[in-house]
């Protein structure tokens, strides 16, 4: 029931900007907190960044004054810009969603590719 799609990554340099781009189907996006996680090589998943359905953001500690969560509730998409990109950001980037603080749907999608070099 629930798609997502990601896009946007890329390969960038150190203190470049990549923004990406999760397209939503099968929720009711405008009552769905939607939230965006990373996993790199050998590591957990983990929380990058999140939105409720009222626009409250979340950070993590890592990325907090670099990376941007918004949504565009006419277009089902959650973004998320990041800037001053670090080697340690490298990881695939996956959106996700839910209704309920802390739950998310079992359902992931594909991912993109963030490569930072250094």
């Known amino acids: 029931q629930v798609q997502l799609v990601e896009s946007g990554g890329g390969l960038v340099q150190s203190g470049g900007s990549l923004r990406l781009s999760c397209a939503a189907s099968g929720i009711i996006f405008s009552v769905a907190n939607m939230g965006w996680f990373r996993q790199a090589p050998g590591k957990q998943r983990e929380v990058v960044a999140t939105i409720t359905r009222g626009s409250v953001t979340n950070y993590a500690d890592s990325v907090k004054g670099r990376f941007t969560i918004s949504r565009d509730n006419a277009k089902n998409t959650v973004y998320l810009q990041m800037n001053s990109l670090k080697p340690e950001d490298t990881a695939v980037y996956y959106c996700?969603?839910?209704?309920?603080?802390?739950?998310?749907?079992?359902?992931w999608g594909q991912g993109t590719q963030v490569t930072v070099s250094s």
């Open positions: 996700n969603t839910g209704y309920r603080t802390a739950t998310w749907s079992e359902y």
